[in-house]
């Protein structure tokens, strides 16, 4: 899986808006972009993933930049139980046999 | 529609032993990975089982094995345990799929003084 870049940390208050950027300069055209997430004393857990276009579900948006070499999480109204370590992961099509790569991550904290 | 389970919930062990973890997956999903996350650091891939087989694996050594079962449940046995082996170990079950959502148990922290 290619490389993901993520700040190691950022901080936004309750109830505000989150983009949570992630780069990815070396994307193939067979990735896709998954986010996961990590709450406090939990595994990991599915947020959202797309591969071209903007994606939303109840939990975030996906943007993509239109070259797809960035993107960025958006969380529309953050609470508290929004905080914790967020993943940019890039997954091939192809890799139903490869485990997800994960890096740091970014961790992010919401202030009441 | 339970998740995916995993047992024990904390283990200590010692230098030298070796340990069994368990990992029931998610119903309906027949492929289990698992990971390893040391303090501080993202999950580490360590092998994944589809059809009773191991299909993957990570950059670990053969102290690491597993199994699967036909009820699709996994387990992960760590032989010669070493202080580095301190860790919190995920398992994650999805479809075989390649853009599958893995599902991720809650873990098993492992201690190994």
């Known amino acids: 899986d290619a490389k993901t870049t993520q700040p190691n940390s950022m901080e936004s208050n309750e109830e505000e808006p989150v983009h949570l950027p992630c780069n990815h300069s070396t994307i193939s055209g067979t990735d896709y972009i998954h986010w996961y997430r990590q709450l406090p004393s939990q595994g990991p857990e599915y947020v959202i993933h797309g591969l071209t276009s903007n994606v939303n579900n109840r939990m975030a948006s996906l943007a993509i930049a239109e070259d797809r070499k960035s993107s960025t999480l958006i969380l529309h109204r953050a609470t508290l139980r929004d905080a914790a370590v967020y993943y940019c992961i890039l997954r091939d099509v192809g890799g139903g046999a490869d485990g997800l790569t994960f890096g740091k991550g970014t961790h992010l904290i919401i202030q009441p | 529609d339970a998740g995916v389970t995993q047992s024990p919930t904390h283990l200590i062990k010692t230098r030298g032993q070796q340990v069994t973890l368990r990992c029931s997956p998610k119903s309906g999903h027949d492929t289990v990975s698992w990971y390893q996350q040391a303090l501080g650091q993202g999950p580490q891939f360590i092998f994944q089982?589809?059809?009773?087989?191991?299909?993957q694996r990570g950059n670990f050594p053969d102290r690491f094995s597993g199994h699967q079962f036909p009820n699709y449940s996994s387990e992960l046995n760590v032989n010669a345990l070493l202080l580095g082996d301190s860790a919190l170990y995920l398992c994650?079950?999805?479809?075989?799929?390649?853009?599958?959502?893995?599902?991720f148990g809650p873990g098993t922290r492992l201690t190994v003084l």
């Open positions: 994650a079950s999805s479809l075989p799929t390649g853009t599958d959502t893995q599902y």
């Open positions: 089982y589809y059809e009773e087989e191991e299909r």
